[in-house]
Nanobody, 115 residues
Framework: QVQLVESGGGLVQAGGSLRLSCVAS????????MGWYRQAPGKQRELVAS???????NYADSVKGRFTISWDNAKNTVYLQMDNLKPEDTAVYFC?????????WGQGTQVPVSS
């Protein structure tokens, strides 16, 4: 079992920044990768960024150059630094990991971006 708890969302103006945090607990020794997804109203959930235990990262094209994912092993925490936010980034952001084929999700944190 893995538990994921996100924080850091909130209303922000276009061009602003936010840092989301996701604290993992439970069977964290089995985690090889973590990811951030988002789901905008009326749209499917999409992968925003992912990070692997070796440090490799992947980003959606829409956020490359603006978002940065990082992993603090000492704090069991994954961060998503979001800069130069745009109204189209408005969504609920979810933390995710997959352990032994089972997907774990956080409860989500809302990020509304005003124009």
């Amino acid at each position: 079992q893995v538990q994921l708890v996100e924080s850091g969302g909130g209303l922000v103006q276009a061009g602003g920044s936010l840092r989301l945090s996701c604290v993992a607990s439970g069977n964290i020794a089995s985690i090889d990768a973590m990811g951030w997804y988002r789901q905008a109203p009326g749209k499917q959930r999409e992968l925003v960024a992912s990070i692997f235990s070796g440090g490799h990262t992947n980003y959606a094209d829409s956020v490359k150059g603006r978002f940065t994912i990082s992993w603090d092993n000492a704090k069991n925490t994954v961060y998503l630094q979001m800069d130069n936010l745009k109204p189209e980034d408005t969504a609920v952001y979810f933390c995710h990991t997959d352990v032994w084929g089972y997907a774990y999700w956080g409860q989500g944190t809302q990020v509304p971006v005003s124009s």
